[in-house]
């Protein structure tokens, strides 16, 4: 491993992350199209509106399976445990920018755990409203009523879902050099010591333990 | 394809600050009446209704019962359900032609997303426009009568057209001209409602005291209208709702929900935006030097 | 009074349109194409009587073509004929479906004959069963037929070959029937009144 | 129908007995729900089962399948003995007063003259009693012991409620409710109008049926009325047309009889067909018989009937016994048939016992079916697995299939139920080699003449002096046929003062204008008037209802003469009074009988003891019908021959109808209760018009699949569901259909014993467009009416299993 980077992010992690992003703005376009009808023009990008409606539950599905992926790899670390209270106790300080200041935060601090609690949790109800309307394969063998209320479900987990990608989109934006993670998989040690430096010290530990034993 | 003329009193899919053109609205509303009551049920409403709109459903089986097709479906737009109740040792077959109601205020326009799939004529016909129809079947959920079908073969929603292309040319619709028992009129609204009360009254002198028209409120009113024997009990006719409304969920989605979802992105936006600029982006790179200073 | 009728009909669907349109809530260029072509526009109407049952409902026969000679009309559509005094355009389930009945699958469309024994169908021409079925019949006249009695009454009949005629024919299919098997001496005849 | 379709809206009480017009006749029945909305009348229906026309009615009465003359009887009791009859009108229009030979007489449930041996009755005693003159004596204060209301009210006194509900079913209050219906039509201005159909002929005493209401009608004054009437709402869309020209085996055009053994000349046939006038001053128009005879024959064979050769009567066939339909089978099966010709008659599937069909057909040497569709007719030797369960190598029959036109490929006219005789256009041809009915009948006529003339053969005059002057002689077109049968003067005519009436070849107008010399033609002479010097009549279209009755006159034409109400003079009193000022159809104008109506009577003003039934011979309406009846001249309740109860609790000794038509073999197929315990009766729906509409896909997918009908009791006692696969089995067969079950089927409690209907619909069978199925008919026994050997359909014995 470089003197300067740590990897962060597996390669199938990020494949999984990549899939998950690329399916969600399909699924979101289209579905933000059925939503505001004055969007309508969103549809294009599928051929027409046909096409988007035939569509988004596929893309739909191919989201849950990179979501799928994303669980796998990242549960473990997603459990919230005590180390994380002061990051809800300091939240504010965080906010305004002065998170290593005030927490130590370990792989993924509060925020990041709950927020993956949140999509999975949104694309589970996603995914089970979203088979339960699907027309016209599942839906006529549903109640209207169930459909009716899973339609509005999807539609308000589907919000949800959005507007909290745009947090996590903003977040990642906003602590630079957090996007290269994603992409390379690797982040700086400079980047990990200022946002994980409980996660790198780990990572050091083993790097020295492994380098320790190379040299024994 | 034109997707807006002046005649559209609503429109799926399009802004209340944008409607469609609706100057035309002072014209005659139309309305199919149906008695039950002198209804015999010998589906000849559905043959005609198959001939007319070239539908054929496949031929199916018998389960037990005299309906046939079982059910609306995408190539069945009405059928015959028939109901057997014994009361006081009298026994009635209630027989109720089912199909589009044609509501006054559709939850079928209401749910549906794609603009100008469902419009709302100036003379009351609610019809599919099959062309801008994206098979989402929102349509199915916020019809309180259950009747919008989506198609298996072409994913689209179908129902009752009123025979909107018979209407437009000033013909009936082919169910009301075919019935042999005249249990099916046509006319404008007030006049169906006129000859639905001359209905009443004869009922209620052979001692159908409850004897009344359904013409539900909660819809806004319907152009599709029955003279029902037992207005008081509706649902002793295999089930027509006593109080139909458009479901209050689809009100919320279709209503308020949308923009607060919109004032929600707008506020997502808006926080990121300002505390971008209020706190800027956190670079360890420039940590780093700020730390070295 | 037909003849204002049909003008009223013709001109309804043609060319006068508008006025119904816009009195039944359409505005006709653009409520046009959004609603469905209105299909009988220049079909041939003929009138016909429905042959189901006995209340002699009249119908409207629709066909595709305005009789030129290069077409072979079809009949597409058919409908109540609204002057009937009987029906006043109704139909029931049977005569709403009456074009289901011209077009059925199971129309025949040419002779065949199933010989003696046979497990199917041969198609023959007109020729080939005419020649056979008249020679079957007049083989079985002339062995059969019985000139008179016992006692010596002439009766000039004969049993063996029967007919039973249909009661969904014309009076004239009927007599040409008639005819055709009392000129044999045919007294085995029956049609479906007496079922 | 003796009124008409749109006659119904005139009503005051719609019976609906021994039919179902909603189901039956839905267009038709609209003139039922237009009285009741605008006529304030009442709808009754009498049926085993609870139908679509009883969904619309007041009031339903159930009674058993085949308990119509009790049932009727009952009614008759009532309103007799209550004093619920038009008291004029029995006095002045029905044979009421006549006096009775003294020795007819009914004991036991046989009438007088009945022997034993024979099994059939001596009929001398069923008549009047004449005065020296030969005229019928008569009591018109209703008097006398022997007067034909005495005997009846005698007849119908063991018709009490009680026996009613014994032998019917039908609860006492039940009965007695639809008596009271009855009852308040016998006011002058109040009209019944009975409304009849297949429930009541296809029985063993089915003509009975319909009598035992006629004499209800007549003594509540209702025959002759707009708005009254006995009203038989005929199956098929031409079957009064093909009854009207006789395609039957011992009829001619117009009710013509055609001759039989006892006819040995022209001059005998005439002497004993046309009937003598037996009440003094009557019309009894059919005196005038011979003129009919005689033009029919002119049209017949033309130039070649000549006075010396008896006006061609020898070439006519003359029957030794009536070969009708179900005797046609009987002898196809004994092997004494050889050829059948069958003309868009589906004989498998509208004959009982289908299997009988089925044996009968296997023993023809051939069977020629003109079509226009698969009909499993044509294909009764295919096997179709337990649907038609035979082997075609082992049937011989040659089958000949000819594609024929239907209704919309064909010019021509078809008879209404109300009579009126309606003209159709072509709109397309038929599909493929299609040819219509008109020319595959003439191409195989001039084939057989071809034949003839070439090769001679026995009696070739017979085929080849039939007229047959069409100018296609191979396609002759409608308009020359219909002209042919309404016919024309064959030379100039003058009426009695001289005056020419028709020029030599010019068309008739009426009947009235034939002759019995030979110098008219005509082949149907109640159809004179159809095609005359105006033209077509029966396309007419003109849709004026001037009385505002619906009797709308110009709109085609109605047989006889355009007349609309029959015996319509019957709708006023003897002085011209209308009965119901509100149903004037008829008035006296000083001169002759106008109005809005064609007058069914003569020119005999107001007052004359002319009387209004000018058909008959006495020119009464006949509560006592003479011998024209073959059970009695009183309607008689007799069992079914597969009855439930298996006896006659009017008279035990008599149980079934002594004369009903059974043959031996089809005897040894009837079942008792033993093995059959349920009542099995069958049907149509008003999705499906017996089996020709499962060839169409719109029909059939609105009823694709057999079923039959039972109660919840009996479902509940098999343990069987709605949906379930069952299988009735009669004494002929068996079928699996699926079960409705419902409460529009009930138990009865008949003579004491609970009894079950089970309803079987007859529209499937093993070719269409609906679900493949067995054709009901297997079940249905080979039993005919007396009187007109209609199969009975109605009433037989069936068991009912689950079939899992």
């Known amino acids: ?216 | 394809m034109s997707l807006q003329t002046q005649d559209y009193l609503a429109r799926s899919g399009t802004n209340a600050l944008t409607p469609p053109p609706r100057a035309r609205d002072a014209q005659l509303k139309v309305a199919k009446l149906i008695d039950v009551s002198i209804c015999i049920g010998c589906k000849a409403c559905q043959v005609a209704c198959a001939e007319w709109n070239d539908l054929r459903e496949e031929v199916g089986f018998n389960v037990g019962k005299y309906e046939n097709p079982l059910n609306l479906s995408s190539e069945t737009w009405t059928v015959m359900r028939f109901n057997e109740i014994e009361e006081n040792g009298k026994l009635q077959w209630l027989i109720r032609k089912d199909g589009c109601m044609h509501c006054s205020d559709p939850g079928c326009l209401k749910a549906c997303p794609s603009p100008g799939a469902i419009v709302k004529h100036a003379n009351g016909i609610v019809d599919f426009i099959s062309e801008n129809c994206i098979g989402c079947g929102y349509c199915v959920t916020g019809c309180p009568f259950d009747v919008p079908r989506i198609s298996s073969h072409d994913k689209r929603a179908y129902k009752c057209t009123l025979c909107v292309d018979r209407v437009s040319v000033g013909q009936e619709p082919a169910c009301v001209k075919t019935c042999p028992t005249s249990a099916i009129r046509f006319g404008t609204k007030e006049d169906m409602k006129h000859v639905a009360e001359e209905r009443i009254a004869e009922l209620q002198s052979r001692g159908f005291a409850n004897a009344g028209l359904y013409d539900p409120e909660g819809v806004g009113g319907t152009h599709v209208m029955y003279v029902l024997h037992h207005a008081d009990r509706p649902e002793l006719y295999n089930g027509l709702p006593k109080d139909p409304k458009i479901n209050p969920l689809i009100g919320f989605w279709k209503g308020i929900f949308k923009p607060l979802a919109a004032v929600g992105f707008a506020v997502t936006f808006a926080a990121a935006a300002l505390h971008y600029l209020a706190v800027g982006p956190i670079d360890p790179e420039e940590h780093d030097e700020e730390e070295k200073s | 009074m037909q003849v204002n009728r049909r003008q009223f009909f013709k001109i309804c669907s043609g060319g006068m349109a508008g006025t119904t349109l816009a009195a039944l809530g359409f505005s006709p260029s653009e409520a046009l194409a959004d609603v469905r072509a209105y299909k009988l526009l220049r079909a041939r109407e003929v009138r016909n009587t429905c042959p189901y049952c006995s209340v002699g409902c009249g119908i409207l026969m629709y066909s595709r073509s305005d009789e030129s000679g290069n077409v072979k009309e079809s009949i597409f559509h058919i409908e109540g004929d609204p002057d009937h005094p009987v029906s006043r355009g109704a139909l029931c389930p049977k005569g709403a479906g009456l074009v289901g009945f011209v077009h059925s699958k199971d129309r025949l469309r040419y002779p065949e004959v199933r010989e003696a024994g046979s497990k199917e169908w041969k198609r023959i021409s007109w020729e080939e069963a005419l020649e056979r079925i008249a020679r079957h019949i007049k083989e079985d006249r002339d062995a059969n037929f019985v000139e008179t009695n016992a006692n010596g009454v002439t009766v000039n009949r004969f049993t063996t070959t029967g007919m039973f005629a249909c009661t969904a024919s014309t009076n004239e299919v009927g007599y040409l029937t008639q005819k055709f098997v009392r000129s044999l001496g045919m007294v085995s005849v029956d049609h479906v009144a007496r079922i | ?804």
């Open chain 4, 1 to 804: 129908m003796t009124n008409h379709w749109v006659d119904i809206k005139n009503a005051n009480l719609i019976v609906v007995m021994g039919g179902n017009a909603a189901e039956a006749h839905p267009v038709g029945f609209r003139w039922a729900i237009d009285a009741k909305i605008n006529n304030k009348a009442k709808i009754l229906v009498v049926d085993p089962r609870f139908t679509r026309s009883a969904a619309v009615a007041d009031e339903h009465v159930r009674l058993r399948p085949g308990t119509d003359i009790t049932f009727l009887n009952g009614v008759l009791n009532y309103l007799i003995s209550n004093d619920k009859y038009q008291q004029e009108y029995v006095r002045e229009y029905t044979n009421a007063s006549f006096l009775v030979r003294d020795d007819f007489d009914f004991n036991d449930g046989l009438f007088s003259g009945w022997d034993e041996s024979k099994k059939q009755y001596d009929k001398s005693s069923w008549n009047y009693q004449f005065d020296e003159d030969g005229y019928a004596r008569r009591d018109p204060t209703l008097m006398h012991p022997r007067c034909v209301w005495n005997l009846l009210k005698k007849h119908v006194s063991r018709y009490t409620p009680e026996m009613v509900e014994q032998i019917c079913g039908t609860p006492q209050a039940d009965f007695l409710k639809a008596c009271e219906m009855f009852a308040e039509t016998a006011a002058p201005d109040k009209t019944m109008t009975s409304l009849y159909a297949l429930g009541w002929t296809e029985h063993t005493v089915g003509a009975q049926n319909i009598r035992t209401m006629a004499i209800i009608q007549l003594i509540l004054g209702n025959i002759g009325m707009p708005g009254g009437g006995i009203n038989a709402l005929r199956g098929h869309s031409n079957v009064q047309g093909l009854t009207d020209i006789g395609v039957m085996a011992t009829a001619l055009p117009g009710y013509l009889g055609l001759p039989n053994e006892r006819h040995v000349d022209l001059q005998t046939y005439l002497n004993m067909s046309t009937p003598k006038m037996t009440g003094r001053g009557q019309v009894n128009y059919w005196g005038n018989y011979p003129k009919f005879f005689i033009s029919l024959l002119k049209s017949f064979y033309g130039d070649k009937a000549t006075p010396e050769n008896e006006f061609g009567y020898h070439w006519l066939p003359k029957f030794q016994q009536m070969v009708d339909a179900m005797r046609f089978i009987e002898m196809t099966e004994n092997g004494e048939i050889n050829g059948f010709l069958v003309q868009g008659y589906n004989v498998v599937a509208c004959m009982p016992n289908k299997h009988k069909s089925i044996r009968a057909l296997s023993k023809l040497k051939f069977l020629v079916v003109i079509d226009p569709v698969a009909s499993e007719t044509a294909n009764f030797w295919q096997n179709h697995d337990e649907f038609n369960d035979v082997k075609p190598e082992e049937i011989q029959t040659e089958v000949f299939n000819l594609p024929s036109s239907l209704f919309a490929e064909e010019d021509g006219s078809i008879t209404n139920s109300g009579r009126w005789v309606q003209w159709h256009w072509e709109g397309a041809p038929p599909p493929g080699e299609g040819k219509t009915d008109s020319a595959i009948i003439a191409e195989i006529m001039m084939k057989i003449r071809e034949l003839y003339e070439k090769e001679g053969g026995r009696l070739p005059e017979q085929i080849l002096n039939m007229a047959w002057d069409y100018s296609k002689k191979k396609h002759p077109s409608s308009e020359e046929i219909i002209k042919e049968v309404n016919g024309k003067a064959l030379a100039d005519l003058y009426d009695g003062n001289g005056t020419l009436i028709l020029k030599k070849g010019q068309q008739v107008s009426s009947f009235a204008q034939l002759r019995a010399d030979g110098s008219t033609a005509c082949g149907c002479w109640i159809y004179a008037g159809c095609w005359t010097e105006a033209g077509n009549q029966m396309a007419r279209r003109d849709t004026a209802d001037p009385s505002g009755l619906g009797n709308m006159p110009g709109w085609a034409w109605a047989w006889p003469v355009n007349r609309r109400i029959l015996y319509n003079r019957a709708s006023m009193d003897r002085n011209g009074k209308p009965w119901d000022p509100k149903r004037q159809l008829l008035h006296w104008d000083g001169a002759k009988w106008t109005g809005y109506d064609v007058p069914d009577f003569t020119a005999a003003p107001p007052g004359s003891e002319v009387n209004p039934f000018i058909m008959q011979q006495e020119g009464v309406g006949r509560l006592f019908a003479l011998d024209k009846m073959a059970e009695g001249p009183f309607s008689e309740h007799y069992e079914p021959m597969e009855s439930p109860i298996g006896t006659n609790p009017l008279h035990p000794n008599v149980v079934t109808s002594p004369t009903v038509r059974l043959f031996q073999r089809d005897a040894a197929e009837l079942g008792n209760t033993e093995k059959f315990p349920y009542v099995g009766t069958t049907y149509r729906l008003t999705e499906h018009f017996h089996t020709l509409t499962k060839a169409s896909e719109l029909n059939a997918m609105t009823q694709p699949e057999a079923f039959a009908e039972i109660s919840e009791t009996l479902a509940a006692k098999l343990a069987i569901k709605s949906g379930d696969m069952i299988k009735v089995t009669s004494a002929r067969g068996f079928v699996k259909v699926k079960a409705v079950v419902t409460k529009r089927v009930k138990q009865l409690m008949v003579n004491g014993q609970p009894t079950e209907v089970v309803g079987l619909p007859i529209h499937w069978g093993f070719k269409g467009a609906t679900r493949k199925g067995f054709l009901t008919n297997v079940l249905t026994p080979s039993i005919g009416d007396s009187n007109t050997q209609t199969p009975e359909f109605k009433a037989f014995l069936v068991n009912v299993e689950r079939v899992s």
């Open chain 1, 1 to 216: 491993m470089s003197k300067h980077l740590v990897r962060r992010h597996s390669y199938v992690a990020r494949v999984g992350h990549w899939l998950t992003v690329f399916s969600f703005f399909v699924v979101t376009l289209s579905g933000l199209a059925f939503f505001f009808p004055s969007l309508r023009w969103l549809t294009a990008i599928f051929g027409t509106p046909q096409l988007a409606q035939l569509l988004h539950p596929i893309f739909g599905i191919i989201m849950i399976l990179g979501l799928c992926i994303l669980f796998v790899k990242n549960v473990a670390h997603a459990i919230l445990d005590k180390d994380d209270v002061p990051w809800f106790t300091n939240v504010i300080e965080i906010l305004k920018g002065r998170e290593h200041e005030v927490v130590e935060v370990g792989q993924y601090n509060a925020g990041q755990k709950m927020l993956f609690w949140t999509i999975i949790g949104l694309g589970a109800v996603l995914i089970v409203t979203g088979i339960i309307a699907w027309q016209p394969y599942f839906a006529p063998l549903f109640p209207v009523s169930v459909v009716r209320l899973c339609l509005v479900l999807h539609s308000l987990s589907a919000i949800a879902l959005m507007l909290g990608i745009i947090v996590h989109a903003y977040m990642a934006f906003w602590y630079k050099g957090t996007i290269r993670g994603m992409i390379r998989g690797t982040v700086t040690r400079k980047w990990a010591a200022l946002h994980h430096p409980r996660w790198l010290r780990e990572i050091e530990k083993g790097e020295d333990a492994h380098s320790s034993r190379l040299s024994s």
